[in-house]
């Protein structure tokens, strides 16, 4: 029997190039079991004439679908579905009718509840996106990356792509991390005080689950990372938010039973505060006269595009209390989740063996694509790059804040990505955020970072990472209006 | 001032091209504060002359330099390091000078100690390797993988690799599984019963962790995949091991108080028992009656090379009580780290926001790359392949194990891809695989697959998916050799 001509279309807006496209729609016929072994194929003429491609487009088609056995050619009489074709199953697919399953009952512990900060998927579809951490296309350096991960994909890496490393990591980049990246924040560590996550988020998860117990207590900012918080809920530990100031975490405020202090000290998250020197040394002191460990969040470092970056808090500590948590993923891109973990060798031990439990290793070809770019010096250029931009963006922006009167809260002196910001008292920047939406002005509300039942509503941030320089005086003069239309109102 | 030219050196084995490696040289010599800037580069003549490579390789890494700004051109007078060039830090990196913190008291919850099954690292270059899941370089389509890899690093592919999805996943990965990888196991399910995971540890972590407390009971085959033990002690619930027979795990057996089961019915692991259809629905009848659930872990259910495999438990579950385990790590590559979880949408939803705790998603480029490979065709071309490669290597080991007398007690009548082997009374086959080690033939010991704290210690498996054919009669005359020996002494 013959395969109707008529069976093949191609799809508008269908993925990828037509001889994939026309491979893609055989094959899956026949994992459908629409076409059957034996059933002859339209001829590359006809089909091509049908679709209206060239016939080579078809033949080339047809001739990847022979080597890999989806099809067979005999002699003359042209190309037959083969033999050896995998079979679709004999067995109807189903879902259950119903369900008698009392899922109140059957979870034993829910995780669902916590704020879960999004943004629009189609943020980029905004005119006006102030938003905070997405990559930016015109900026981010596609080109190299893609060097980086082919040259990954190649054959002398095959071990490095495939390989179940169990507990451990890609040695290469463990080794460009220890000599490279960790010495210029003034760390010196050995391999076996490094551990590879899944973006910061791991990295901070896996701490809290090592460090935290229901008896134990922790110190966060306030305001803070808001995924941070839910992390520190779910371990159930006692926890303190600590109000920052315009320099950050105050040690002396922090309560004395405290275990581990979670801190964002280059960059406060979301201030933008950085913590001077003096503040860094007394908080290694009180932790060291108290007995506490200090989790820093190196955020944003990279982006001290006005100063030069402060060493780390890792890098003054004498005693080794200090964990430090880097992530490629912020300053590359959040689909990348890449990030790692510095801390003494018991500390990385026993997060490494938790680390293997719950996922083994980060895939072997993103490790392996980041040793690339980081070890060709693309990643330096980029950050450069990007510092730049940010500084112009920054630049333009705070002129538009100033001339519109609007009141910025916290802006980094060193840098950073965002501002910020507080709206007049009584605006709530949730409704504020979904007005300005309408006027495809995206805008992020504050009340998320804080802690505490009732978090004060008029905050927000305001990002630069991802819109044009010429873009921002409009967008602000946009927030500006709808902030004042509410002062009358 | 200007750079020796001494000062570079190609080195012996070093990574990427000439012009990469040169690049290489010139960013990281900056960027360690080596050279500074101002410094004048030598001539690319010199430094071609020096390395001994060509002039147009020495020219086209400087080219590169420029543009990211790591060096500048002064006219006729050659290159120098960019004014703009990265600064190394102005403080001196170091490492804590000693610990003044109490780690057996500073650590909460530990992880370590649980069985991690490792294998040598080098396990490739051993002559016989018998070893089980890890991808063999000669089946593997790399070519394929590495085009699918390369459009999906490609521009329309941007948003895809680099965007922060939070708790969700690639749609189109999650659209194929759904209507196609599914529907071929029998099972029907919507986009909110579909989680992805990284691999198949990670889907079972997490459902340990929804599904059990110190409160519940659980009970896993005996023996069983031993990182499966290791999550269920972990989270501390009431553990019951189960024997299994030929037919895998009897469903009269399990106690009166379980609340999860954990099964793996296509090839129990490590034995390679295929669940009968009736034990199958024994099994979801008892589950109903007791109102338990079924995790099934659909363990190489591609390997049914010897006759097309049994519908998936989940595919009869009539009443929701099956979580079903997927894993893409096992037949494509386990570096790869990617696997799913379909289940009731209440318990999906669970699961994801613990997953976006824990470590957000997935990495954007690898679900996009298996999106293509999948969706091409490729992957069934290649489970096809690696069918045919494992039927030639199982009737030759059947052969060469019948023709030495060993005893198989596990085969799977269904392919998969070992044998599950037991030993005489009284061989410890730990030894034995530490013996064998140093004639090159590498066995896995079977004493961690085993619950309980007297595991038998002369169970072993022998996998054929990373030995070559021919090799094979020649490794398992060795083994009967060292086998023998430990008889007669």
């Known amino acids: 029997m013959a395969i109707p001509t008529e069976s093949f279309f191609l799809q508008p807006g269908a993925e990828g190039t037509l001889q994939m496209q026309i491979r893609q729609m055989v094959a899956n016929g026949i994992l459908e079991g629409r076409f059957r072994p034996g059933e002859k194929l339209p001829s590359s003429r006809k089909l091509a004439a049908h679709l209206g491609v060239s016939r080579i487009t078809v033949t080339l088609a047809y001739t990847d679908l022979l080597a890999d056995d989806y099809i067979a050619a005999r002699g003359r009489s042209g190309y037959f579905v083969s033999d050896n074709a995998p079979e679709p199953p004999s067995f109807p697919a189903r879902s259950p009718d119903r369900t008698t399953v009392d899922w109140s009952r059957a979870i034993g512990q829910r995780f669902t509840g916590l704020d879960m900060h999004t943004k629009p998927a189609d943020w980029a579809s905004y005119r006006y996106p102030f938003i905070y951490g997405q990559a930016d296309p015109t900026l981010f350096d596609s080109a190299n990356w893609r060097l980086c991960g082919l040259e990954a994909l190649g054959r002398k890496d095959f071990d490095a792509l495939t390989t179940d490393y169990f507990d451990s990591d890609d040695p290469q980049l463990i080794d460009f991390i220890a000599r490279q990246t960790l010495p210029r924040r003034g760390i010196l560590a050995k391999p076996d005080e490094i551990l590879l996550t899944l973006g910061a988020q791991n990295a901070l998860w896996l701490t809290a689950q090592v460090l935290l117990t229901q008896r134990r207590s922790a110190a966060i900012e306030d305001p803070c990372y808001p995924a941070l918080r839910g992390i520190l809920q ?49 908080l290694l002191e009180r932790a060291e006269a108290e007995d506490f460990l200090i989790v820093e969040d190196d955020y944003e470092f990279e982006m001290s595009f006005l100063k030069p970056p402060s060493p780390a808090l890792k890098s ?144 927000y941030r305001l990002a630069y990472s991802s819109i044009p320089a010429p873009r921002i005086t409009e967008g602000i003069s946009l927030l500006a209006k709808a902030l004042a239309s509410r002062r009358c109102g």
Chains 1, 2 share one sequence.
């Open 234 to 282: 779910q371990s159930r530990c006692h926890l303190h938010a600590i109000p920052v100031d315009r320099d950050g975490l105050p040690p002396e405020a922090l309560p004395r039973d405290t275990d581990v202090v979670f801190t964002t000290p280059s960059h406060q998250c979301p201030t933008s505060a950085t913590m001077p020197m003096a503040r860094r040394h007394a």
């Open 316 to 459: 003054l500590d004498r005693n080794g209390r200090v964990i430090y948590v880097g992530s490629f993923s912020k300053s590359l891109f959040p689909g990348l989740r890449l990030g790692y973990l510095v801390g003494p060798a018991p500390f990385i031990r026993e997060a490494r063996a938790l680390r293997a439990s719950v996922l083994r290793h980060p895939p072997g070809h993103i490790q392996r694509t980041t040793t690339y770019f980081l070890s060709r010096g693309h990643y330096d250029a980029l950050v450069r790059r990007m510092g730049r931009a940010y500084e112009d963006r920054r630049r333009v922006m705070e002129r538009a804040l100033h001339d519109h009167g609007l009141t910025v809260a916290g802006s980094g002196s060193f840098g950073g990505s965002s501002f910020w910001m507080r709206a007049p008292e009584g605006v709530d920047t949730e409704v504020l955020a979904r007005d300005l939406a309408r006027d495809s002005v995206l805008i992020e509300p504050g009340a998320p970072f804080f802690s505490g039942p009732e978090p004060p509503g008029n905050f």
